[in-house]
């Protein structure tokens, strides 16, 4: 037992070392108290912890234990005047690594260190599990390496920066504000507005040197060739032979129609029933 007792007193006075020097008294009590599993009988009347199962979940490495003992014996909610239970858990977990690095030399804490102060010192229930999901996204802020059995966390300058409210922070890029947006169809480039709300046009589909219908007999009406009555054969073989261009009987039916609506051509019946068309 006596052996036993000078190992864990020279574990603690080890750990204690790694705590600044007004701090290694505490440091040291608290390192006997964690690694013995018991109330040090000479533990200096420091602030104590209500929560001692909460802060056992911290899993300290040995490398450190000693300085986060020293923190948790001597670190209140003063340290911590603007974060409450509605403070981004981000920013909260941010915050409590500048406290550390700034105030007690530790730069560094895992999630389970970072949950316990939350919980124990600021009373904000914080389960270890959402702040390493929300350190994890953190990509610029934090750095992170694994000297244990859980990851280390260090704040970095843009941490620093963004708890100063100088820089956004790389968590808050969500999948959907990293979704790209999505692809203008077709249809809606056709009916885009202009600035000042007019619908833009659909850009003219390029035509052939062919006219339409219509317009070929408006080019025939032009020349004259209305001038004496015309039957549908002539007018398809006249703007074959001169113009270059073919036309159905199904092409020009409608469009004499329309003309002769317009009052643009007239037309009879000829002896065979069929019509002739003329100029008016």
């Not at 409210?165 to 809606?188: C, F, I, L, N, Y």
């Amino acid at each position: 037992m006596a052996s036993n007792l000078e190992d864990l007193i020279k574990q603690a006075a080890a750990a204690a070392e790694s705590a600044p020097a007004h701090l290694q008294e505490a440091a040291f009590n608290q390192a006997f108290s964690f690694l013995s599993g018991t109330q040090n009988p000479q533990a200096a009347p420091a602030r104590q912890q209500p929560a001692a199962k909460s802060r056992a979940k911290a899993q300290i490495d040995p490398a450190d234990e000693g300085g986060f003992a020293a923190m948790l014996a001597s670190i209140d909610s003063s340290s911590f005047p603007s974060l409450n239970a509605d403070t981004p858990l981000l920013n909260r977990s941010l915050t409590v690594l500048k406290v550390a690095k700034d105030e007690y030399g530790l730069d560094g804490l895992t999630a389970p260190q970072i949950a316990t102060v939350l919980t124990d010192v600021l009373r904000i229930k914080t389960l270890r599990q959402n702040v390493n999901a929300v350190l994890d996204e953190a990509r610029r802020e934090v750095a992170r390496s694994r000297p244990g059995r859980s990851v280390l966390y260090r704040i970095m300058g843009d941490g620093e920066k963004y708890l100063a409210g100088g820089s956004a922070s790389s968590a808050r890029t969500t999948k959907k504000s990293r979704a790209a947006a999505p692809r203008q169809t077709a249809k809606a480039a056709e009916t885009k507005t202009k600035p000042g709300g007019e619908k833009a046009k659909k850009p003219a589909t390029r035509r052939s040197g062919r006219p339409g219908p219509k317009g070929a007999l408006g080019e025939l009406i032009d020349d004259g060739f209305f001038a004496e009555p015309r039957g549908m054969p002539q007018m398809i073989e006249h703007l074959s032979r001169t113009k270059g261009h073919s036309y159905k009987v199904t092409d020009l039916s409608p469009a004499l129609v329309r003309l002769v609506r317009e009052k643009k051509l007239a037309r009879d019946r000829d002896g065979s029933s069929q019509y002739r068309y003329r100029n008016p």
